[in-house]
């Protein structure tokens, strides 16, 4: 057993400091256990690194790894010591649950005191977006930051135009510091009129444009509450709401939504907050959508992850639970809002003023619900990264206290962009030709999201983001991303199918049961819950074959014509097919996890004759192919001969036996360590 | 003709029916002695509704002022209503329509009315007769016998005239046992399973009673399909309480000390009413209209539906683990072994067999392990969620089967020939039909309806092309292996294409079907496009060089251009067919 870190290979590591904290960098004989079924587990070695918590297991056939991020760490629980071990208890925002049992009380305890220390980072040089290298060079990295571009954006809207205009008012953060330095605002809101609103909002964070409809001029504008307790009015800000109503000259009045709970509204007014008087506005309808705050959320969430950690629940305890947690029902409340929304500006043509209080959480999922169900451009994979710049990273969500990238309040936390990560699945379910992404794409954006391996989420606003220089430190998601985007295609999609064309209009009433529960997200890392074979890999797979078939099409006619011509022979195609037969037939399926039977039925373990090879055939599910080292030639070979899913692996995209890794980092630099 | 008697009011002009999402429309509805017919003048051949009598599960009328509401309510769960002007006429519709689809006597159902519109190909009568069963089992073993001493119903009047039962046990012994198990269902054969010769049988309970009553035939016949050695396990479907209460009126299960081979595990599948009740609720909370559903899940949870399901698959998987993990025979039952005890035999043979998830083997699975094993369709499927008598006897034992076998296919959606639309057809069949295949409770009652003769076969309608191209899954691919389907809840969903039929949005997933279809579609065009100028080229080649071998010297300097060093002989050895007939075999399974 070692005592002494020794990951240092260089001393000019920007983690330098925190190795002081390692206690244990290597445990063995560590189990870990199955969640499924108690009765599984992987013995293996335990490795702590700057950046990952690695179990290697021992079974030398497989030595199958499980990568865990610090900075994917939500909770720690040392449990109590039994004739076994020491279990420990690793939950993690992406939903993984990793129970370990270590031998040693001691160890436990030097494990459990470095993974306090390393996943509550207190610095943001400690996050692994800062020593993640992809191996791309400046340029590309800069690439990588242009490639979303907001400009562009409103460009495609439509804007600048005779009614909207880009202002610097705040170009220093000199207005509000939580605001991106370009905004967009009515021509007819002068700087005066601005800065005197912004002194009327929460935070000043003044109304400002996120989506504008070039059909009929409609707009949806966001900003803070108004500061009118229970009776302060100000001229400037109504000057404000005035201008935008006229930037949309074929509409009489304005929308403004206010997205909390009238309660809660009310409650603000005691504060010296609130909510607008429809009296001191002009043309205004003011309308109440109740979704709660971000304690509720949190709770919320909480209490269903509960449910979702259960050890083989029965039906009841499950659907009691998740209807106790209440989630759906947020998320109903959510997608209420976008629809409500979406609805004024296509139907009615009005212009809509969104807030909460701060104007920066239900905010935010309000209005990138909105905008994604009346424009398809947020529906392509692109146009998606553009909404989540826009609505989220732009107008300064408060990322770092949200998602505990940096040790902070607890009570800060909350899983907001989250919700809005399901409200996109729960569309995608509704209609499933209408996104040019797939559920992956989802999983792993909200994956990133808390990993810190990219820059993008890093930090509360646009300024803290430029203090820190991200962009010359770190990488874009989006660029990754876009280099794999083969494996987040949804093959239903066609941008010519009348899913893709026009604003999606999602029913109303009666409709609870549209939303479902997503094992894919909360019970991610437990595959065998997951139906064992993916039409959707499946048809990117046929669909890949047929572009192989068109350009074979296209050879063979020419070479039909030509023969036909010449009369001659050529044997270049002949050997062209036998390549692509071997592609087809040797891919790897992405399905190819052991699928065995769960404990149906507990009581046959006692039985004698149990034959010897059960259990042994498939080990742990919590372990995903992402885990599995990219290079490990077994990983095809791993999946068990029961599975039921191979026969799809003749169909299955070549060179698609490994998904993207989301820690594509892992390989470089913490390699060394594994060495040692 | 006796309907007449029945039918007041044979036509009401100006009837407006209000059907599931879809606008109101304004006709004339007609009754015949077997159908509801409604028809829209708006549009030539436009909107017309049949509605057979036999599919209508409850009527309901209402009044405002001299107009009366008729609400029809489905076997297949889907509710229309009926505005018809004048009080009588509406009076006399709606009791027309209660007699109509409430007729007692089977003879006057539909199927024996019915004269098909089509061909008859394949008389689906014929389809799947034990004897074919029999043939395919005696080509891997010779242990097992085809028993003709049920002929005339008297051993067993719930089981077909011929069943497989070990080959070491001769009738007389049979009949011995038959007296043994409740309704005389001694143990026969359900599955033999081929990769290491393990079997599943099925059985009713034995008749034990409280003073632990034995029977030597019996055990030995359920002994005889042990390997010497080995040992089996009893499912029994009923929990041990429910079993042990079952010795008071005679019935029971096997007692360890006479069959000391085997182990029995209890495992708890509901019956009857529970099932019906549960039906019941379920379809209330997906029908609830009203505004405020914010306790949908919990409606859905109060309706126990999903446990159920989780039960009987689990059990399923149970027995399916035991024959092909444990390497260990199964004898199933419950108490009557026709209900619980289908449910499970012929889920586990799903899980196992991948013939059950092709079209044809599915039907057989069902012919088999549903109708000649004697499930009562007759009693159970009488009603369905909208009953208002709430008999004993029914119960929605074979839609949950197969609502249990859409959640497999839901986790193994590339495994099966057939989709969705398939189990929803079957699940409408059972209900109503004009097919006489879900007729009667069981072969005795079929063959003395004599319905060979007098219906058409669901089966001879299914298996025709047309009908076929609706029900195939294009994503099928052939999966020789064992599919183990998960059983934890998040795994178990609402079958909403029964439950959620006819309130939900499906436009847009239907289209999502369609793009499926068109993806696999062009790909195989593509292939058949691909294989045939690939034909063309061959037979080119072929005499190409055919003149090149008397011409050689001239074509060296194409060949090396190749670079593939490819000789004249490896050439051959490579056609490009082999491939393409790999792939099109593929296919064909």
Redesign the interface.
């Known amino acids: 057993m070692l005592y002494m870190p020794v990951i240092g290979s260089s001393s000019l590591h920007p983690l330098y400091n925190c190795y002081s904290v390692v206690y244990a960098n290597k445990v063995e004989n560590v189990r870990l256990l199955d969640r499924v079924s108690s009765r599984k587990a992987a013995l293996g070695t335990l490795y702590l690194t700057a950046t990952h918590v690695i179990f290697v297991e021992n079974a030398s056939e497989t030595r199958k790894e499980t990568w865990v991020l610090h900075s994917q760490i939500s909770s720690i629980e040392k449990q109590a010591t039994t004739a076994t071990g020491c279990p420990l208890l690793i939950r993690c925002k992406n939903f993984q649950v990793i129970q370990l049992i270590i031998p040693q009380e001691r160890d436990c305890h030097d494990v459990y005191i470095s993974l306090i220390r390393l996943a509550r980072p207190v610095k943001y040089e400690e996050l692994y977006c800062f020593s993640f290298n992809p191996k791309l060079d400046k340029e590309e990295r800069e690439q990588g930051w242009k490639f979303v571009d907001l400009n562009e954006e409103y460009n495609r809207m439509g804007i600048p135009n005779d009614y909207w205009q880009i202002s610097d008012v705040n170009r220093d953060y000199g207005v509000c510091d939580s605001y991106p330095t370009e905004v967009y605002v009515p021509k007819s809101a002068t700087a005066h009129i601005i800065v005197g609103s912004s002194k009327f909002r929460s935070r000043r964070r003044f109304p400002a444009l996120s989506y504008y409809c070039k059909d009929n001029n409609a707009s949806i504008c966001r900003s803070s509450q108004p500061l009118s307790g229970f009776s302060a009015r100000c001229l400037e800000d109504e000057q404000m709401l005035q201008a935008i109503r006229k930037a949309n000259p074929g509409s009489d009045f304005l929308y403004v939504v206010d997205t909390r709970p009238k309660l809660n509204a009310m409650a603000n007014r005691a504060a010296g907050k609130g909510y607008e008087n429809e009296d001191n506005y002009s043309n205004i309808k003011f309308q109440f959508i109740g979704i709660e705050n971000i304690h509720v959320m949190r709770n919320s969430l909480q209490k269903m992850l509960e449910v979702c950690e259960l050890k083989s629940p029965s039906m009841s305890d499950f659907l009691w639970g998740l209807e106790n947690s209440g989630w759906l029902k947020h998320i109903k409340a959510i997608m209420d809002a976008g629809i409500f929304i979406a609805k004024a500006v296509a139907e009615e043509g009005v212009s809509v003023l969104v807030h909460c209080s701060d104007g920066w959480d239900r905010t935010a999922q309000v209005c990138s619900v909105a905008s994604l169900l009346l424009d398809p451009y947020y529906r392509t994979m692109k146009g998606f990264m553009v909404l989540i710049e826009k609505d989220w990273i732009s107008f300064g969500h408060k990322f770092n206290h949200r998602y505990g990238n940096l040790d902070g309040d607890p009570k800060e936390i909350s899983p907001v962009i989250d919700q809005f990560i399901e409200c996109v699945w729960q569309l995608m379910e509704q209609f499933p030709c209408a996104f040019e992404f797939n559920e992956r794409f989802l999983i792993h954006i909200q994956h990133h999201i808390y990993s810190c391996q990219f820059g993008n989420f890093l930090c509360n606003s646009q300024k803290e983001r430029r203090e820190l220089k991200i962009q010359e430190r770190t990488y874009s998601l989006w660029a990754h991303l876009w280099k794999n985007r083969a494996d987040y295609l949804n093959p239903l999609y066609r941008s010519n199918h009348s899913q893709t064309q026009r604003t999606l209009y999602p029913q109303m009433t009666p409709c609870n049961f549209l939303y479902k529960f997503w094992s894919g997200m909360y019970n991610r890392f437990e595959k065998g819950l997951h139906p064992r074979q993916s039409v959707t890999d499946y048809l990117m797979a046929v669909k890949e074959e047929t572009q192989q078939l068109e350009e074979e099409l296209e050879v063979l006619g020419e070479r039909l014509a030509n023969l036909q011509k010449m009369q001659l022979n050529g044997n270049k195609i002949q050997s062209k097919q036998q390549d692509r037969g071997k592609q087809l037939g040797l891919s790897a399926s992405t399905n190819s996890l052991a699928n065995t039977p769960q404990e149906y039925g507990s009581d046959l373990k006692s039985f004698p004759s149990r034959s010897p090879s059960q259990g042994d055939e498939d080990s742990a599910l919590i372990l995903t192919q992402d885990n599995l080292k990219s290079s490990d030639p077994d990983l095809s070979a791993n999946s068990d001969q029961e599975s039921g899913v191979e026969d799809l692996s003749c169909r299955s995209p070549s060179g698609g036996g490994c998904l993207p890794s989301e820690d594509s980092g892992k390989d470089s630099d913490e390699a060394v360590c594994l060495a040692v | 003709m006796e309907f007449a008697e029945l039918i007041k009011t044979p036509r009401a002009d100006n009837a407006v029916l209000h059907g599931p999402r879809c606008p109101a429309v304004r006709g004339t509805l007609c009754l015949t002695g077997h159908h509801l017919i409604f028809s829209s003048r708006r549009k030539e051949g436009g909107e017309e509704l049949w509605l057979l009598h036999a599919n209508i599960d409850c009527v309901e009328k209402r009044f405002v002022g001299s107009l009366g509401t008729i609400v029809i309510k489905c076997k297949d769960l889907r509710i229309i209503q009926l505005d018809i002007p004048g009080m009588e006429e509406c009076l006399n519709i709606a009791s027309s329509i209660e007699a109509l689809s409430t007729l007692d006597s089977i003879t006057l159902m539909y199927p024996f009315f019915y004269r098909p519109m089509f061909e008859v190909v394949e008389d689906g009568w014929r389809s799947y007769l034990p004897e074919q069963e029999f043939e395919l089992l005696s080509s891997v073993t010779d242990e097992w016998r085809l028993s003709c001493a049920n002929k005339d119903f008297s051993v067993c009047p719930t089981y077909p005239p011929v069943v497989i039962i070990p080959k070491c046990i001769d009738d007389e012994a049979l009949r011995k046992v038959a007296v043994f198990r409740y309704g005389g269902r001694f143990p026969v054969l359900s599955y033999y399973h081929k990769k290491n010769g393990m079997v599943m049988m099925r059985s009713s309970q034995p008749l034990t009673g409280t003073n632990g009553r034995r029977c030597k035939e019996d055990e030995k016949l359920i002994n005889a399909t042990l390997r010497p050695g080995?040992?089996g396990y009893i499912i029994d479907t009923r929990s041990l309480n429910v079993a042990q209460q079952a010795r008071a009126k005679g019935g029971g299960f096997e007692q360890e000390v006479y069959y000391p081979q085997w182990?029995r595990?209890h495992?708890c599948i509901e019956r009857f009413n529970i099932l019906q009740e549960s039906l019941i609720k379920l379809v209330e909370a997906?029908n609830?209209?009203?505004?405020n559903?914010?306790?949908?899940?919990?409606k859905?949870?109060a309706s126990?539906w999903?446990?159920h399901?989780?039960e009987i698959l689990?059990?399923a998987?149970?027995a399916?683990?035991?024959i092909?993990?444990?390497?260990?025979s199964v004898l199933v039952h419950g108490s009557d072994g026709t209900d619980s005890t289908l449910q499970v035999t012929s889920l586990a043979q799903i899980i196992l067999d991948p013939r059950c998830r092709t079209i044809r083997g599915f039907e057989a699975l069902v012919v088999r392990e549903w109708l000649q094993a004697g499930h009562p369709f007759q009693l159970r499927c009488a009603q369905s969620a909208y009953s208002n008598t709430k008999q004993k006897w029914e119960a929605p034992v074979f839609l949950l089967f197969l609502d249990c076998v859409w959640q497999i296919l839901?986790?193994?959606?590339?495994?099966f020939e057939f989709n969705e639309q398939f189990l929803i057809m079957l699940f409408e069949h059972a209900y109503a039909s004009q097919f006489g295949t879900f007729l009667g409770n069981n072969e005795n009652e079929r063959s003395k309806l004599k319905l060979t003769q007098k219906t058409m076969s669901l089966w001879s309608w299914v298996n025709r092309s047309e009908e076929l191209a609706r029900f195939k899954n294009p994503?099928f691919?052939?999966?020789?292996?064992?599919?183990?389907p998960?059983?934890?809840?998040?795994?178990?969903?609402?079958w909403?294409g029964v439950f959620?039929r006819w309130?939900?949005?499906s436009k847009?997933?239907d289209?999502?079907q369609e793009?499926?279809l068109n993806?696999?579609n062009?790909?195989r065009e593509?292939?058949a496009?691909?294989n045939a100028?690939?034909r063309?080229?061959a037979e080119?080649?072929t005499?190409?060089?055919m003149?090149?071998n008397l011409t050689l010297p001239v074509?060296n300097g194409?060949?090396s251009q190749?670079?593939?060093g490819?000789t004249q002989t490896s050439?051959k050895q490579?056609p490009?067919r082999s491939?393409q007939w790999?792939g099109e075999e593929?296919r064909k399974k």
């Not at chain 2, 998960?486 to 609402?494: F, M, N, R």
């Open positions: 080995k040992r182990r595990i495992k997906c609830d209209q009203s505004h559903m914010d306790r949908w899940l919990s859905l949870e126990n999903l446990t399901i989780k689990t059990a998987c149970l399916a683990q035991c092909d993990r444990e390497g260990a839901r986790q193994f959606p590339c495994s994503l691919e052939a999966n020789s292996l064992v599919i183990w998960s059983v934890a809840p998040q795994s178990l969903q609402l909403e959620l309130n939900r949005p847009f997933l289209e999502a793009e499926v993806i696999i062009y790909n593509l292939q496009k691909v100028l690939r063309q080229l080119l080649e005499d190409d060089r003149q090149e074509m194409v060949s190749a670079g593939n490819l050439l490579l490009s491939w790999e593929r």
